[in-house]
């Protein structure tokens, strides 16, 4: 049962063949098996889940609920969850239970699904390993001696080990899509502004957006039905009407153009993940789909903007974390400079305080234009760009990672590797557009994501795509080494 | 651009972080490696180009003034490390 | 040397909205700490603000009113900085797209000349919380309720030359908001409040001096002294050969003097940037014309009606102008005393305004209200009762004793009038007074007039002040000739 997909279990709590409670029963005790090996959650809410899925029971019995009502859910631990510890991965927030849910929980909520626990992740969503968290690194279950990647470390590992059908996940600059790559899950980043940010503790508010991960991207089709749409709490959030995302999931992809970035199969790639990319995309040639070669030459510069604006935003964003309404506090204030301080300091940890620190260097007297004033204009040259492309474009493809899953500790002490590694992300988060990973294949045993970057809205087209694909193959099938 | 002891101390204090002697080198080399990566962006021309708001471009839609929020003090007040008759505590502050 | 001094005044109007300016909590004053800061107030994890739309149409209002530029697009900037009373260790405001750009406001000086007074911009802000430094011990204690009510900053250009100028263009603006009805206006729970940038310089030097900024002025009488102060002591710093620092002064009203204020802080780097929780602003043209056809008459504008409606002095306009409820209370007062203007205008300036000050009463809460008034005016003109009898059913009126009247009818205030009943008193008194009569008889006709005034006397004395007095005087001319 927990190898089956969310349309799966839908199909089976409603033919009475299981309960939501034995169904619950079954993932959390997963859950509590494996999560010493994998540390993928950081809370883990037996009681609440079974309460949860008592009830969904009785709403099933009553008929009064929806397709998804009774199905377990790993959320990420930077939405927050009413009455639940919601951490970020911090020691910051090491002691916050939230006083209220995020709009994607309350909406995941009313629509039945049942929360088995809050999912590990990088501190403040701010790495890519998910090694910078507070509760130490999760492990990837492809091999217990790499990460997952990051930031959504701990709900790509959690669904690629099958703790949980599907998980939520943020994506700054590449936090769903990579470690969706690196875990073998499919995981979809929707437009800036389609799912509601409220309740989401911000990273860079003008980059994160939340989506979901999930075995399939039926599945993701399936969430972005409960998650997506206008929230009026969020300003940023847009007006424009929800697609049924699963509508066009059967959709033929016959006389679909794809443009390949030649700047995203350039030296930087790995060769062997070269191969797998290319081998997918012949994959949806067979499918019908058409291919060219295509220019993104601002590439290179969407890692310095990335690196300015993201840091620029965190270092405000984090400013409310100051020991006074919440969070950590030190011990023995000996005043307010004190208080401020050594709460922070001793709060957050060396990646978030690298950032914070950029974030405040490139914002303060005299360096505003240069730096913050520059990866702004830079954004407008991402966006032109990739608007330009899908003026002959469809869709463009291209490699979500430039590598399988890094060992542990690879990368912890040369930051600007980490960076580096983003390449392919952090575009599509300057622009704010879609795009999806799903599994395309295997390097040594490791699996491999292709990525999907569509225009604005197109959520719909991306999951059509990937559907197909899926359809087509069984790499999103494959299940890790003793998690089957 | 890379930052010395000074600079990385005047950082810390602005974004009110109480670092440890010992780990400014190292914050030092970090964050000049940093900047160096971010000043990449300098190799292009951005004149007349206009920085981005919003990915979408959008503008802001506006709340009608009504009071929505009731009084939630005390459920608030259950996170918050320090308290006194409703009021949040911090070490006395001298104007 | 003779010294120059240059102000320029930042004023903060709250907004008087009924929910804050990023947030459904109310912005009700005076609740018990901490009740009104909803999550978004309090700065929680993942929050996010929500621009009220009554709080633009305000500041628009404002603009407009001023006859400032309103630029298409206004952004929010995020002001940085770190602050028990703000949660979010930033200020949402505006920076470099402010919603109202340059205007001008005329001002009043003593002279009775006007001077134009530049209005930089004026901006939207959230205000901060309140800390209070007693009552907890070695705490001190943080109540979010204010944190988010809705500002708007009204920034000067350096153009006043004395305090008095710096006050008469405060009270111009309190003026305009409160016609505009976008602020109440009130400066003891801090609805309007002011800082001063001060700095002297020789006269006749082109560049400015340093400045000192002076915070949280919190009456029109304060603003005046703690400038003259201010400029005093910087006069009195350089003079020996000192210089003034750039920095925030707080004014002490108790030892009447100012001084310097969080100096231990280094020069504030506030790394604005533009927020991108929200959108920008977009205005457009029919926006402001719809703003602008609703638009109350302004103070100005009304004042110059009155002159010209009303046959008032300038000066006499202008007190009855300077309030919008004073205004109201004086046009209501002259309709009910069927247009007489001129009478409305002394009693209300006159004896209702020294009633009201000395019961410390605002016009709003008058015992006697604009009709009352009115009614009685309207009395004294048709002469059922004279302008003296008037003062005590004015009296009468204050102590709630019914209107104009009913107080005349119950204390039989009327006057006589009946030229029967004033025959027989004038009669009765020459009867009564043979010596004054054949004094008055035997006097020459220009003291006449002077004698003539001990029968008045006794007849008003008579009929207890309620006899015509011009009916008596000719009546008396009449018979003391015979």
Same mark, same amino acid.
């Given at each position: 049962?927990?190898?089956?997909?969310?349309?799966?279990?839908?199909?089976?709590?409603?033919?009475?063949?299981?309960?939501?409670?034995?169904?619950?029963?079954?993932?959390?005790?997963?859950? !509590?098996?494996?999560?010493?090996?994998?540390?993928?959650?950081?809370?883990?809410?037996?009681?609440?889940?079974?309460? !949860?899925? !008592?009830?969904a029971d009785k709403q099933r019995a009553e008929n009064k609920h929806t397709s998804l009502t009774g199905i377990p859910v790993a959320q990420k631990d930077i939405f927050c969850t009413n009455g639940i510890k919601t951490s970020c991965g911090s020691k910051m927030l090491d002691n916050f239970i939230a006083p209220y849910d995020a709009t994607v929980i309350e909406k995941m909520n009313a629509a039945g699904f049942v929360t088995l626990g809050k999912t590990n992740m990088d501190e403040f969503a701010m790495g890519s390993t998910n090694e910078t968290s507070f509760y130490g690194p999760v492990k990837n279950p492809w091999d217990s001696e790499r990460v997952p990647g990051g930031s959504s470390g701990g709900s790509a590992s959690a669904v690629a080990a099958r703790l949980s059908p599907v998980a939520t996940g943020t994506d700054t600059g590449g936090s769903i899509r990579q470690p969706a790559s690196l875990c073998g899950i499919t995981g979809l980043k929707p437009t800036y502004g389609r799912v509601s940010r409220y309740g989401m503790i911000a990273f860079a508010s003008s980059l994160d957006q939340g989506g979901p991960m999930t075995q399939t991207a039926e599945d993701a089709a399936l969430m972005m039905n409960v998650i997506a749409g206008f929230d009026e709490r969020d300003s940023t959030s847009a007006e424009q009407p929800i697609d049924d995302y699963t509508e066009k999931l059967n959709d033929s992809i016959e006389g679909l153009k794809i443009g390949l970035p030649k700047e995203y199969f350039s030296e930087g790639l790995d060769s062997n993940i070269a191969k797998i990319i290319e081998d997918g995309i012949k994959e949806l040639e067979k499918l019908g789909a058409t291919c060219k070669e295509i220019e993104l030459p601002n590439t290179e510069l969407s890692i310095p903007a990335y690196y300015v604006v993201a840091p620029a935003e965190c270092s405000s964003n984090l400013s409310r974390f100051d020991g006074v309404r919440f969070g950590y506090r030190c011990d023995e204030p000996k005043d307010l400079s004190d208080l401020y301080t050594r709460s922070r300091g001793e709060g957050f940890g060396k990646e978030v305080k690298r950032r914070i620190m950029i974030g405040a260097y490139v914002l303060s007297a005299g360096y505003y234009d240069a730096y913050y004033l520059q990866a702004q204009k830079i954004r407008r040259l991402i966006r032109d760009d990739f608007q330009n492309s899908f003026k002959d474009v469809d869709?463009?493809?291209g490699p979500t990672a430039t590598g399988t899953a890094f060992k542990l500790n690879e990368m912890m002490d040369d930051p600007v590797s980490m960076y580096l590694s983003d390449i392919y992300t952090v575009s599509?988060?300057?622009?704010?557009?879609?795009a999806l990973s799903m599994p395309a294949g295997f390097v040594n045993k490791l699996p491999v994501g292709m990525q999907l970057i569509g225009n604005y809205f197109e959520e719909s087209k991306l999951l059509n795509i990937a559907h197909q694909f899926q359809q087509a193959t069984d790499h999103h099938q494959q299940i890790p080494e003793g998690f089957e | %651009?890379? *930052?010395?002891?000074?600079?990385? &101390?005047?950082?810390?204090? #602005?974004?009110? *972080?109480?670092?440890?002697?010992?780990?400014?080198?190292?914050?030092?080399? &970090? #964050?000049?490696?940093? #900047?160096?990566?971010? &000043?990449? %962006? =300098?190799?292009? =021309?951005?004149?007349?180009i206009s920085p981005i708001a919003h990915p979408l471009e959008l503008s802001a839609r506006l709340r009608t003034d009504e009071v929505t929020e009731t009084n939630q003090r005390d459920h608030f007040q259950k996170d918050a490390p320090l308290i006194d008759e409703g009021c949040y505590l911090v070490p006395k502050v001298i104007e | 040397m003779e010294w120059e001094t240059v102000i320029g005044l930042e004023i903060h109007a709250q907004l008087a909205t009924k929910s804050k300016i990023f947030s459904g909590a109310s912005t009700t004053y005076g609740s018990e700490p901490n009740t009104q800061a909803c999550a978004v107030d309090l700065g929680l994890p993942g929050v996010l603000p929500v621009i009220n739309k009554e709080v633009v149409s305000m500041a628009v209002k404002f603009g407009v009113a001023i006859g400032a530029i309103i630029p298409e697009r206004s952004v929010f900037a995020r002001k940085n900085y770190f602050y028990p009373d703000l949660p979010k260790g930033y200020q949402i405001s505006q920076f470099e797209h402010p919603i109202v750009s340059r205007g001008n406001i005329e001002i009043e000086l003593e002279d009775g000349t006007t001077k134009t007074v530049g209005v930089t911009r004026a901006h939207l802000e959230e205000d901060a919380g309140k800390s209070m430094h007693d009552g907890f011990g070695d705490n001190t204690g943080i109540d979010l309720n204010r944190a988010g009510t809705p500002l708007l900053e009204i920034v000067s250009e350096p153009d006043m030359r004395n305090a008095k100028e710096a006050v008469a263009y405060m009270k111009k603006i309190h003026s305009i908001v409160r016609y505009l009805e976008i602020c109440d206006g009130n400066m003891q729970e801090g609805s309007f409040r002011c800082d001063a940038n001060v700095s002297v310089r020789p006269k006749g030097q082109k560049e400015y001096g340093t400045r000192a900024e002076l915070k949280n002025i919190n009456s029109f009488r304060f603003v005046e002294t703690a400038i003259n102060i201010e400029v005093e002591r910087q006069i009195d710093l350089i003079e020996e050969g000192g210089s003034v620092l750039q920095?925030? +002064?707080?004014?002490?009203?108790?030892?009447?003097?100012? +001084?310097?204020?969080r100096s231990k802080e280094e020069a504030n780097d506030y790394r604005y940037f533009p927020d991108p929780d929200l959108l920008p602003i977009d205005i457009e043209a029919s926006f402001i014309e719809q703003i602008k056809s609703e638009l109350p008459e302004l103070p100005d504008a009304k004042k110059q009606r009155f002159i010209n409606d009303f046959n008032l002095s300038e000066y006499d306009s202008g007190v009855l102008t300077a309030q919008k409820e004073m205004a109201d209370y004086f046009e209501t007062c002259v309709k009910a005393a069927n247009g007489e203007s001129k009478l409305s205008s002394n009693w209300i300036t006159g004896e209702l305004a020294a009633s009201l000050n000395k019961a410390n009463k605002d016009i709003n809460d008058s015992p006697v209200s604009a009709e009352m008034l009115g009614g009685m005016v309207k009395r004294i003109k048709d002469d059922t009762i004279s302008g003296k009898i008037a003062k005590q059913v004015f009296e009468a009126m204050w102590n709630a004793e019914g209107d104009a009247d009913a107080i005349i009818e119950s204390k039989g205030l009327k006057q006589v009038t009946d030229t029967g009943a004033i025959e027989k008193l004038v009669e009765d008194v020459i009867a009564n007074s043979p010596d004054q009569v054949a004094q008055y008889q035997a006097a020459p006709e220009e003291k006449q007039g002077k004698l003539i005034g001990y029968f008045v006397g006794q007849i008003m004395k008579q009929s207890q002040g309620k006899a015509n007095p011009k009916q008596v005087n000719e009546l008396l001319k009449v018979k003391l000739k015979s």
């Amino acid at each position: 049962m927990h190898q089956s997909t969310l349309a799966q279990l839908s199909a089976a709590l409603e033919s009475k063949q299981i309960s939501s409670e034995e169904l619950t029963r079954l993932y959390l005790d997963r859950c !509590k098996k494996f999560n010493e090996s994998l540390n993928c959650f950081i809370t883990i809410n037996e009681d609440e889940a079974l309460e !949860k899925a !008592k009830q969904a029971d009785k709403q099933r019995a009553e008929n009064k609920h929806t397709s998804l009502t009774g199905i377990p859910v790993a959320q990420k631990d930077i939405f927050c969850t009413n009455g639940i510890k919601t951490s970020c991965g911090s020691k910051m927030l090491d002691n916050f239970i939230a006083p209220y849910d995020a709009t994607v929980i309350e909406k995941m909520n009313a629509a039945g699904f049942v929360t088995l626990g809050k999912t590990n992740m990088d501190e403040f969503a701010m790495g890519s390993t998910n090694e910078t968290s507070f509760y130490g690194p999760v492990k990837n279950p492809w091999d217990s001696e790499r990460v997952p990647g990051g930031s959504s470390g701990g709900s790509a590992s959690a669904v690629a080990a099958r703790l949980s059908p599907v998980a939520t996940g943020t994506d700054t600059g590449g936090s769903i899509r990579q470690p969706a790559s690196l875990c073998g899950i499919t995981g979809l980043k929707p437009t800036y502004g389609r799912v509601s940010r409220y309740g989401m503790i911000a990273f860079a508010s003008s980059l994160d957006q939340g989506g979901p991960m999930t075995q399939t991207a039926e599945d993701a089709a399936l969430m972005m039905n409960v998650i997506a749409g206008f929230d009026e709490r969020d300003s940023t959030s847009a007006e424009q009407p929800i697609d049924d995302y699963t509508e066009k999931l059967n959709d033929s992809i016959e006389g679909l153009k794809i443009g390949l970035p030649k700047e995203y199969f350039s030296e930087g790639l790995d060769s062997n993940i070269a191969k797998i990319i290319e081998d997918g995309i012949k994959e949806l040639e067979k499918l019908g789909a058409t291919c060219k070669e295509i220019e993104l030459p601002n590439t290179e510069l969407s890692i310095p903007a990335y690196y300015v604006v993201a840091p620029a935003e965190c270092s405000s964003n984090l400013s409310r974390f100051d020991g006074v309404r919440f969070g950590y506090r030190c011990d023995e204030p000996k005043d307010l400079s004190d208080l401020y301080t050594r709460s922070r300091g001793e709060g957050f940890g060396k990646e978030v305080k690298r950032r914070i620190m950029i974030g405040a260097y490139v914002l303060s007297a005299g360096y505003y234009d240069a730096y913050y004033l520059q990866a702004q204009k830079i954004r407008r040259l991402i966006r032109d760009d990739f608007q330009n492309s899908f003026k002959d474009v469809d869709v463009i493809a291209g490699p979500t990672a430039t590598g399988t899953a890094f060992k542990l500790n690879e990368m912890m002490d040369d930051p600007v590797s980490m960076y580096l590694s983003d390449i392919y992300t952090v575009s599509v988060n300057l622009a704010g557009l879609p795009a999806l990973s799903m599994p395309a294949g295997f390097v040594n045993k490791l699996p491999v994501g292709m990525q999907l970057i569509g225009n604005y809205f197109e959520e719909s087209k991306l999951l059509n795509i990937a559907h197909q694909f899926q359809q087509a193959t069984d790499h999103h099938q494959q299940i890790p080494e003793g998690f089957e | %651009m890379s *930052l010395d002891k000074s600079e990385v &101390e005047k950082i810390a204090w #602005l974004a009110r *972080l109480a670092i440890d002697e010992q780990d400014i080198p190292d914050y030092s080399d &970090e #964050l000049s490696n940093i #900047l160096e990566l971010v &000043e990449r %962006m =300098n190799s292009v =021309n951005t004149d007349g180009i206009s920085p981005i708001a919003h990915p979408l471009e959008l503008s802001a839609r506006l709340r009608t003034d009504e009071v929505t929020e009731t009084n939630q003090r005390d459920h608030f007040q259950k996170d918050a490390p320090l308290i006194d008759e409703g009021c949040y505590l911090v070490p006395k502050v001298i104007e | 040397m003779e010294w120059e001094t240059v102000i320029g005044l930042e004023i903060h109007a709250q907004l008087a909205t009924k929910s804050k300016i990023f947030s459904g909590a109310s912005t009700t004053y005076g609740s018990e700490p901490n009740t009104q800061a909803c999550a978004v107030d309090l700065g929680l994890p993942g929050v996010l603000p929500v621009i009220n739309k009554e709080v633009v149409s305000m500041a628009v209002k404002f603009g407009v009113a001023i006859g400032a530029i309103i630029p298409e697009r206004s952004v929010f900037a995020r002001k940085n900085y770190f602050y028990p009373d703000l949660p979010k260790g930033y200020q949402i405001s505006q920076f470099e797209h402010p919603i109202v750009s340059r205007g001008n406001i005329e001002i009043e000086l003593e002279d009775g000349t006007t001077k134009t007074v530049g209005v930089t911009r004026a901006h939207l802000e959230e205000d901060a919380g309140k800390s209070m430094h007693d009552g907890f011990g070695d705490n001190t204690g943080i109540d979010l309720n204010r944190a988010g009510t809705p500002l708007l900053e009204i920034v000067s250009e350096p153009d006043m030359r004395n305090a008095k100028e710096a006050v008469a263009y405060m009270k111009k603006i309190h003026s305009i908001v409160r016609y505009l009805e976008i602020c109440d206006g009130n400066m003891q729970e801090g609805s309007f409040r002011c800082d001063a940038n001060v700095s002297v310089r020789p006269k006749g030097q082109k560049e400015y001096g340093t400045r000192a900024e002076l915070k949280n002025i919190n009456s029109f009488r304060f603003v005046e002294t703690a400038i003259n102060i201010e400029v005093e002591r910087q006069i009195d710093l350089i003079e020996e050969g000192g210089s003034v620092l750039q920095e925030t +002064r707080l004014y002490d009203a108790n030892k009447n003097e100012t +001084r310097s204020m969080r100096s231990k802080e280094e020069a504030n780097d506030y790394r604005y940037f533009p927020d991108p929780d929200l959108l920008p602003i977009d205005i457009e043209a029919s926006f402001i014309e719809q703003i602008k056809s609703e638009l109350p008459e302004l103070p100005d504008a009304k004042k110059q009606r009155f002159i010209n409606d009303f046959n008032l002095s300038e000066y006499d306009s202008g007190v009855l102008t300077a309030q919008k409820e004073m205004a109201d209370y004086f046009e209501t007062c002259v309709k009910a005393a069927n247009g007489e203007s001129k009478l409305s205008s002394n009693w209300i300036t006159g004896e209702l305004a020294a009633s009201l000050n000395k019961a410390n009463k605002d016009i709003n809460d008058s015992p006697v209200s604009a009709e009352m008034l009115g009614g009685m005016v309207k009395r004294i003109k048709d002469d059922t009762i004279s302008g003296k009898i008037a003062k005590q059913v004015f009296e009468a009126m204050w102590n709630a004793e019914g209107d104009a009247d009913a107080i005349i009818e119950s204390k039989g205030l009327k006057q006589v009038t009946d030229t029967g009943a004033i025959e027989k008193l004038v009669e009765d008194v020459i009867a009564n007074s043979p010596d004054q009569v054949a004094q008055y008889q035997a006097a020459p006709e220009e003291k006449q007039g002077k004698l003539i005034g001990y029968f008045v006397g006794q007849i008003m004395k008579q009929s207890q002040g309620k006899a015509n007095p011009k009916q008596v005087n000719e009546l008396l001319k009449v018979k003391l000739k015979s």
